[in-house]
């Protein structure tokens, strides 16, 4: 398998802080590798270390098959990068933001225009590409600042944490964005905070935690090491939660969650399941609700880390869209 990027053990200090203490990555060509971590987990100092931005104190990686400390020219030409704060040029327009890149880059000046305008479309931006940036919404400029990552038409594209601060549908749209770059065969490397997005979008996850891969896998294994599904039972009647949290408990033999109105427990056997109805039903209980899932993200990890990624610290990013 022929991997697009390939780091090991990276290291990265700032006095006692490490950001980065020993990281392995492997992402194979045209996958999606989604970086999953709380607030300084250290997301930010590995996608700077391989778009070349940043020196390893220790550790190797290889960008396209070039080294991101000795060949960082050669990597360049092949990466694109959205940092996590937008980096647009605020007095400019969109299409002069994106033809100033496609120049830079080396573009004629008509190639250059004519990929902003490519792009500019591909983002929904065609009419609001004559306007200042500074007058774009916190979506807008994500979206610019994504295209203008891609001016250069990248094999390799790092996008840290794409969606914060995003409306959920702006969110969405972006997601389909990011299915269409995979659908041409780039390599992602995105940095989330949010479960779901890695789940939608990640053939392969690492959790970061601390500066270490904490875990790794596809979303369906991180979801297996929790070796359990989820039971969600939301009675119909609130005054008959405590009833279905003890049918939970007896047959489960966990003590289940009872917030947000409904009974919540880990699930080791499915088959006990229909056990558990037919508890109920003698009972009289009438389930608004009922669902068997798998774990989500959330819970692998909580399982793994023993705290939820928003523990750590609240996340502070709106101030970068202000
Ligand atoms: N230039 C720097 N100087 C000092 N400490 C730094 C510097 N850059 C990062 N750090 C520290 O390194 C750790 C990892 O930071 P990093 O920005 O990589 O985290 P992150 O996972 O991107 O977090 P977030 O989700 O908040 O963006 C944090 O403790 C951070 O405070
Ligand atoms: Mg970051």
Do not use: C
């Amino acid at each position: 398998m022929t991997y697009a990027i390939q780091a090991e053990g990276l290291v990265k200090r700032y006095g006692e802080t490490r950001a980065l203490d020993g990281v392995d990555l492997l992402v194979p060509q045209g996958r999606l590798l989604g970086v999953l971590g709380p607030n300084g987990a250290g997301k930010t100092t590995a996608v700077r270390i391989l778009a070349t931005l940043l020196r390893p104190d220790a550790g190797t990686a290889l960008v396209g098959g070039y080294d991101v400390t000795s060949q960082a020219h050669q990597v360049r030409s092949l990466i694109g990068l959205t940092g996590q704060y937008a980096a647009v040029d605020e007095m400019l327009t969109g299409v002069e933001n994106l033809v100033m890149i496609g120049r830079l880059l080396g573009m004629t000046r008509a190639d250059s225009r004519a990929r902003a305008g490519e792009l500019l479309e591909r983002f929904d931006l065609s009419d609001a590409g004559g306007r200042a940036a500074k007058t774009y919404s916190g979506g807008m400029r994500r979206r610019l600042d994504l295209a203008a990552s891609l001016v250069g038409r990248p094999q390799v594209l790092f996008l840290d944490e794409p969606t914060t601060g995003l409306d959920p549908r702006s969110r969405t749209d972006l997601w389909s964005v990011v299915r269409g770059l995979m659908a041409d065969g780039v390599t992602v490397l995105l940095t989330t905070q949010y479960l779901e997005e890695a789940d939608q979008l990640a053939d392969d996850i690492v959790v970061f935690d601390h500066g270490r891969v904490i875990a790794f896998g596809t979303s369906d294994q991180l979801k297996a090491t929790t070796g359990a599904q989820v039971l969600e039972v939301r009675p119909s009647q609130a005054e008959h939660l405590d009833l279905v949290g003890k049918v939970l408990a007896d047959v489960l033999g966990e003590i289940p969650d009872l917030s947000g109105g409904r009974a919540t427990a880990s699930v080791h056997d499915p088959a006990t399941v229909p056990a558990i109805v037919r508890r109920l039903d003698e009972q009289g209980v009438i389930a608004s609700e009922l669902a068997l899932r798998k774990s989500s993200l959330d819970e692998v990890f909580l399982a793994i880390t023993g705290h939820l990624p928003e523990d750590e610290e609240t996340p502070d990013k709106e101030e970068a869209f202000a």
